[in-house]
């Protein structure tokens, strides 16, 4: 049995009862989830590498990566990169251990062009991006934990990860808006860049989409192929949201354009990064893959963290796992907040507090819930280390 799990109702208003929420999805291709997927693609490499020499993970953290945006010049039926992209992968990592040296910087490298290629159609990791890699060793102390194989992993850090569960209507729409425009609506019109922002507004029981979708110019011959396509994307996200609600829901595509004087949101590579757009890790969607004020959030960088013993990496995707698995095995949960605290060098599957914040459906008691949801946390906290293999086999996002 795991202590310091402390289960309690509150008395809060369930998010779909509140009369405005606000949701957004930063895409793939923003720059802010470009430099998370490069950063996540090079601890899964680093963390395939040294199974394979040693067979276990060895103290890393790539999640500092920086995008600088380039320059460029975007035509209907063309255009160019002018300036390249500038990414600085820049973490730790163990560059040798017990006298075998580790290719560190190369694996990195590798991992964050083929990430690029393998999600961005017109990016090229080789014109279009100068990669500057500075991964330093990580301190002694650190790198010691990660020999304590027959142990369950100690924490690295105070600090704390958050997870709830289910998603809103409104949470739901904006996720799976910005997923299937990436799989289904660009894979058959390679106009669409990868660069897709959703922004959702539910005012009441209407619901008001705002998409940022970036078009790459040299599939469109004029401004009216835009504006066509522009319509036939905006046909596509009002079937999509028919799937998730019944309520109204209002769909606005690129708001900034100026059909007057011509000025629409045209790139050359599919990615705003090309032209004045930073990212760094961090800075866009939360473990879950969205980013929701109206509920509670940790600050944290998931991705690019160590998977073994990095808290703010396991706690956050292990609350979220927490809070889904206990609304699908347990009747009677409207809403449910995990918080898992680490206190640094105790094990990872003993947290210094595990708090479940429930809220029971009409006609529910909580204490006759609490044992099953107790049940649930425990499993997991018993298996915790399940969370680093999802992690290295690409079973669990992180943005």
């Not at 094990?347 to 479940?356: F, V």
Request: aromatic share 8%; charged share 30%; hydrophobic share 35%.
């Amino acid at each position: 049995m795991k202590k310091n799990i402390f289960i309690e109702e509150i008395v809060h208003t369930p998010i779909e009862d509140q009369q405005i929420e606000i949701v957004e999805r930063k895409g793939i291709g923003h720059p802010d989830s470009l430099a998370d997927g490069m950063a996540e693609a090079m601890s899964r490499a680093l963390s395939r590498e040294y199974l394979k020499r040693f067979g276990y993970i060895l103290h890393h953290n790539t999640d500092e990566t920086q995008i600088v945006a380039g320059r460029a010049n975007p035509k209907f039926g063309g255009g160019e990169v002018i300036e390249p992209i500038y990414c600085l992968l820049v973490g730790r990592a163990t560059k040798q251990f017990d006298g075998v040296y580790i290719p560190t910087d190369r694996i990195a490298l590798k991992a964050a062009k083929e990430y690029i290629r393998n999600s961005m159609l017109n990016l090229d990791p080789e014109s279009d991006i100068v990669f500057d890699v500075r991964l330093g060793e990580g301190s002694t102390d650190l790198k010691d934990v990660f020999k304590r194989s027959n142990e369950v992993p100690h924490s690295n850090d105070t600090s704390f990860g958050i997870g709830y569960a289910p998603l809103s209507e409104t949470e739901k729409i904006v996720y799976n808006v910005e997923k299937k425009i990436y799989s289904e609506f660009r894979r058959r019109n390679p106009a669409i860049g990868e660069d897709v922002k959703v922004m959702g507004l539910r005012e009441k029981d209407v619901i008001n989409l705002t998409i940022a979708c970036a078009f790459v110019g040299k599939y469109l011959d004029s401004f009216r192929d835009y504006i066509a396509l522009k319509d036939e994307l905006k046909e596509f996200v009002v079937d999509i949201v028919s799937e998730y609600t019944e309520r109204n829901v209002n769909v606005s595509i690129n708001t900034a354009d100026d059909y007057d004087s011509r000025i629409v949101y045209l790139t050359v590579t599919g990615t705003s990064a090309e032209n004045g757009d930073d990212g760094s890790v961090g800075r866009g969607n939360r473990a879950n893959g969205l980013i929701t004020p109206g509920r509670p959030m940790s600050m944290e960088a998931t991705s690019g963290k160590n998977p073994i013993n990095h808290v703010g990496k396991i706690y956050n995707l292990l609350a979220g796992i927490i809070a889904r698995d206990t609304v699908e095995a347990v009747e009677g949960i409207k809403e449910i907040y995990v918080k898992i605290l680490s206190q640094i060098g105790k094990p990872i599957d003993e947290p210094y507090a595990l708090s479940i914040q429930v809220i029971p459906e009409k006609g529910y008691d909580l204490e006759k819930l609490e044992s099953k949801i107790r049940f649930v946390a425990e499993e997991w906290l018993s298996d915790v280390t399940k969370i680093t293999e999802m992690v290295v086999n690409g079973e669990i996002t992180t943005f």
